[in-house]
Protein backbone atom coordinates (compact mmCIF):
# COMPACT_ATOMS: atom_id res chain seq x y z
CA UNK A 1 0.00 0.00 0.00
CA UNK A 2 0.87 3.41 -1.24
CA UNK A 3 1.66 5.71 1.61
CA UNK A 4 2.97 9.49 1.53
CA UNK A 5 3.05 11.31 5.06
CA UNK A 6 4.04 15.18 5.37
CA UNK A 7 5.25 16.84 8.02
CA UNK A 8 7.03 20.39 9.09
CA UNK A 9 4.13 22.60 8.93
CA UNK A 10 3.42 24.19 11.61
CA UNK A 11 3.17 28.19 12.57
CA UNK A 12 5.62 31.09 11.14
CA UNK A 13 6.19 34.80 10.88
CA UNK A 14 6.18 36.44 7.49
CA UNK A 15 9.71 36.12 6.43
CA UNK A 16 10.67 33.58 8.01
CA UNK A 17 11.60 29.48 6.52
CA UNK A 18 10.24 26.55 7.44
CA UNK A 19 11.22 22.77 5.57
CA UNK A 20 8.40 20.32 4.93
CA UNK A 21 9.24 16.57 4.48
CA UNK A 22 7.12 13.49 2.90
CA UNK A 23 7.76 9.77 3.72
CA UNK A 24 7.28 7.30 1.35
CA UNK A 25 6.62 4.13 1.40
CA UNK A 26 4.95 0.76 -0.69
CA UNK A 27 6.92 1.78 -3.58
CA UNK A 28 10.14 1.99 -5.30
CA UNK A 29 10.26 5.96 -4.27
CA UNK A 30 13.45 5.94 -6.86
CA UNK A 31 11.23 5.81 -9.93
CA UNK A 32 8.76 7.86 -9.58
CA UNK A 33 8.73 11.61 -9.97
CA UNK A 34 7.39 13.50 -7.10
CA UNK A 35 4.93 17.29 -6.75
CA UNK A 36 4.10 19.19 -3.76
CA UNK A 37 0.72 20.72 -4.67
CA UNK A 38 -1.21 23.23 -1.91
CA UNK A 39 -4.36 24.40 -0.92
CA UNK A 40 -5.40 27.22 0.96
CA UNK A 41 -8.22 27.81 3.40
CA UNK A 42 -11.09 27.32 1.78
CA UNK A 43 -9.91 27.66 -2.17
CA UNK A 44 -8.59 25.18 -4.54
CA UNK A 45 -5.84 23.49 -5.43
CA UNK A 46 -2.48 24.83 -6.70
CA UNK A 47 0.78 23.07 -7.66
CA UNK A 48 3.37 24.48 -5.60
CA UNK A 49 6.60 22.20 -7.31
CA UNK A 50 7.41 18.81 -9.04
CA UNK A 51 11.01 16.94 -9.50
CA UNK A 52 11.65 14.14 -11.17
CA UNK A 53 12.82 10.77 -10.49
CA UNK A 54 16.89 11.01 -10.17
CA UNK A 55 15.99 15.07 -9.94
CA UNK A 56 17.46 16.07 -12.75
CA UNK A 57 14.33 17.99 -13.76
CA UNK A 58 12.94 20.86 -11.46
CA UNK A 59 9.72 22.77 -11.74
CA UNK A 60 8.17 25.59 -9.81
CA UNK A 61 4.81 27.79 -9.97
CA UNK A 62 5.57 31.22 -10.92
CA UNK A 63 3.94 31.97 -7.20
CA UNK A 64 6.98 30.25 -5.41
CA UNK A 65 10.27 30.32 -7.87
CA UNK A 66 13.19 31.71 -6.05
CA UNK A 67 11.30 30.95 -2.68
CA UNK A 68 10.98 27.57 -2.54
CA UNK A 69 13.50 24.68 -3.22
CA UNK A 70 12.18 20.94 -4.04
CA UNK A 71 14.60 18.44 -3.04
CA UNK A 72 14.78 14.64 -2.69
CA UNK A 73 16.67 12.00 -1.33
CA UNK A 74 16.12 8.21 -2.83
CA UNK A 75 18.32 6.79 0.33
CA UNK A 76 15.67 7.94 2.32
CA UNK A 77 12.54 7.39 0.62
CA UNK A 78 11.81 11.16 1.46
CA UNK A 79 10.87 14.49 -0.65
CA UNK A 80 11.30 17.71 0.82
CA UNK A 81 10.25 21.61 0.07
CA UNK A 82 12.07 24.48 1.82
CA UNK A 83 10.32 27.51 2.32
CA UNK A 84 11.94 30.87 2.21
CA UNK A 85 10.75 34.18 2.54
CA UNK A 86 7.49 32.68 3.63
CA UNK A 87 4.08 35.79 2.90
CA UNK A 88 0.79 35.50 4.11
CA UNK A 89 -0.47 34.08 0.83
CA UNK A 90 1.33 31.03 1.61
CA UNK A 91 -0.62 29.85 4.51
CA UNK A 92 -2.14 26.42 2.99
CA UNK A 93 -2.70 22.57 3.69
CA UNK A 94 0.63 21.12 1.52
CA UNK A 95 0.15 17.80 0.33
CA UNK A 96 3.21 15.71 -1.91
CA UNK A 97 1.62 13.40 -4.42
CA UNK A 98 3.33 10.67 -6.44
CA UNK A 99 3.16 11.38 -10.44
CA UNK A 100 2.10 8.92 -12.70
CA UNK A 101 2.37 9.28 -16.62
CA UNK A 102 1.59 12.79 -17.58
CA UNK A 103 1.92 14.01 -14.40
CA UNK A 104 -0.72 12.79 -12.94
CA UNK A 105 -1.09 12.65 -8.71
CA UNK A 106 -1.88 9.03 -8.30
CA UNK A 107 -1.02 9.24 -4.33
CA UNK A 108 -1.51 11.50 -2.00
CA UNK A 109 -0.99 12.25 1.25
CA UNK A 110 -2.42 13.38 4.47
CA UNK A 111 -1.09 17.18 3.82
CA UNK A 112 0.27 19.55 6.91
CA UNK A 113 -0.68 22.72 7.20
CA UNK A 114 1.35 25.36 7.39
CA UNK A 115 0.24 29.00 8.52
CA UNK A 116 2.33 32.28 7.89
CA UNK A 117 0.94 34.71 10.42
CA UNK A 118 2.31 37.33 12.88
CA UNK B 1 0.26 30.85 -18.68
CA UNK B 2 -2.25 28.11 -19.31
CA UNK B 3 -6.25 27.99 -17.78
CA UNK B 4 -8.17 25.78 -16.78
CA UNK B 5 -12.33 27.41 -16.36
CA UNK B 6 -14.59 25.02 -14.17
CA UNK B 7 -18.13 25.98 -12.79
CA UNK B 8 -18.47 26.49 -9.12
CA UNK B 9 -21.06 24.80 -8.62
CA UNK B 10 -23.20 21.62 -10.51
CA UNK B 11 -26.52 20.24 -8.94
CA UNK B 12 -27.99 16.83 -9.50
CA UNK B 13 -30.64 14.95 -8.25
CA UNK B 14 -29.90 11.48 -6.99
CA UNK B 15 -29.95 8.68 -10.09
CA UNK B 16 -29.70 11.48 -12.09
CA UNK B 17 -26.39 12.09 -14.38
CA UNK B 18 -23.72 15.07 -13.09
CA UNK B 19 -21.67 16.38 -15.58
CA UNK B 20 -18.64 18.79 -14.98
CA UNK B 21 -16.74 21.48 -17.63
CA UNK B 22 -13.29 22.09 -17.71
CA UNK B 23 -12.56 24.33 -20.33
CA UNK B 24 -9.24 25.34 -21.94
CA UNK B 25 -7.56 26.58 -25.17
CA UNK B 26 -7.66 23.33 -27.09
CA UNK B 27 -7.64 20.83 -24.23
CA UNK B 28 -8.56 18.11 -26.42
CA UNK B 29 -4.88 18.13 -27.00
CA UNK B 30 -4.07 17.31 -23.84
CA UNK B 31 -4.52 14.58 -21.50
CA UNK B 32 -6.84 15.50 -19.08
CA UNK B 33 -7.24 13.84 -15.12
CA UNK B 34 -9.66 14.47 -12.82
CA UNK B 35 -9.90 14.36 -8.65
CA UNK B 36 -12.47 13.89 -6.08
CA UNK B 37 -11.75 15.91 -2.49
CA UNK B 38 -14.65 15.25 0.43
CA UNK B 39 -14.21 18.16 2.76
CA UNK B 40 -11.10 17.68 5.20
CA UNK B 41 -9.54 14.85 3.01
CA UNK B 42 -6.80 15.16 0.25
CA UNK B 43 -7.91 14.57 -3.40
CA UNK B 44 -8.53 11.05 -5.38
CA UNK B 45 -7.70 10.77 -8.92
CA UNK B 46 -10.82 9.39 -10.28
CA UNK B 47 -10.18 9.68 -13.73
CA UNK B 48 -6.87 9.91 -15.65
CA UNK B 49 -5.54 10.54 -20.18
CA UNK B 50 -8.96 11.62 -20.46
CA UNK B 51 -11.71 8.80 -20.10
CA UNK B 52 -9.29 6.26 -18.19
CA UNK B 53 -10.24 5.26 -14.52
CA UNK B 54 -7.80 3.94 -11.81
CA UNK B 55 -8.66 0.40 -9.84
CA UNK B 56 -11.24 0.75 -7.46
CA UNK B 57 -12.97 3.49 -8.58
CA UNK B 58 -16.60 2.84 -10.13
CA UNK B 59 -17.68 2.98 -13.39
CA UNK B 60 -20.04 5.29 -13.24
CA UNK B 61 -17.10 7.83 -13.61
CA UNK B 62 -16.36 8.19 -16.52
CA UNK B 63 -14.53 11.41 -19.06
CA UNK B 64 -14.68 12.54 -22.52
CA UNK B 65 -12.08 15.33 -23.71
CA UNK B 66 -12.13 16.81 -27.69
CA UNK B 67 -11.89 20.83 -28.85
CA UNK B 68 -12.04 23.19 -25.90
CA UNK B 69 -14.24 21.09 -23.23
CA UNK B 70 -13.48 18.08 -21.29
CA UNK B 71 -16.52 16.52 -19.09
CA UNK B 72 -16.39 14.67 -15.78
CA UNK B 73 -19.60 12.36 -16.30
CA UNK B 74 -20.67 10.69 -13.27
CA UNK B 75 -23.69 8.64 -13.79
CA UNK B 76 -26.46 7.52 -11.17
CA UNK B 77 -25.04 9.98 -8.55
CA UNK B 78 -25.46 8.89 -5.01
CA UNK B 79 -25.10 11.12 -2.09
CA UNK B 80 -21.64 9.84 -1.24
CA UNK B 81 -20.35 11.23 -4.77
CA UNK B 82 -21.26 14.95 -2.96
CA UNK B 83 -17.59 16.62 -2.75
CA UNK B 84 -15.25 19.02 -5.12
CA UNK B 85 -14.08 17.94 -8.64
CA UNK B 86 -10.91 19.50 -9.96
CA UNK B 87 -9.35 18.51 -13.47
CA UNK B 88 -5.83 18.88 -14.19
CA UNK B 89 -3.44 18.92 -17.20
CA UNK B 90 0.09 19.08 -17.83
CA UNK B 91 1.28 22.10 -19.55
CA UNK B 92 4.84 20.82 -21.26
CA UNK B 93 4.72 24.12 -23.19
CA UNK B 94 4.88 26.85 -20.49
CA UNK B 95 7.98 25.67 -18.24
CA UNK B 96 6.57 22.10 -17.72
CA UNK B 97 3.93 23.62 -15.31
CA UNK B 98 0.86 21.52 -13.81
CA UNK B 99 -2.32 23.41 -14.07
CA UNK B 100 -5.45 22.80 -12.02
CA UNK B 101 -8.97 24.20 -12.34
CA UNK B 102 -10.68 26.35 -10.10
CA UNK B 103 -12.87 23.31 -8.92
CA UNK B 104 -16.49 22.48 -8.88
CA UNK B 105 -18.77 21.52 -5.95
CA UNK B 106 -21.09 19.04 -6.37
CA UNK B 107 -24.59 19.14 -4.75
CA UNK B 108 -26.86 16.26 -4.53
CA UNK B 109 -30.22 17.27 -4.10
Known amino acids: EVQLVESGGGLVKPGGSLRLSCAASGFTFSSYSMNWVRQAPGKGLEWVSS????????YYADSVKGRFTISRDNAKNSLYLQMNSLRAEDTAVYYC???????????WGQGTLVTVSS | SYVLTQPPSVSVAPGQTARITCGGN??????VHWYQQKPGQAPVLVVYDDSDRPSGIPERFSGSNSGNTATLTISRVEAGDEADYYC????????????FGGGTKLTVL
Open chain 1, 51 to 58: ISSSSSYI
Open chain 1, 97 to 107: ARSGGGQTMVD
Open chain 2, 88 to 99: QVWDSSSDHHVV
Open chain 2, 26 to 31: NIGSKS
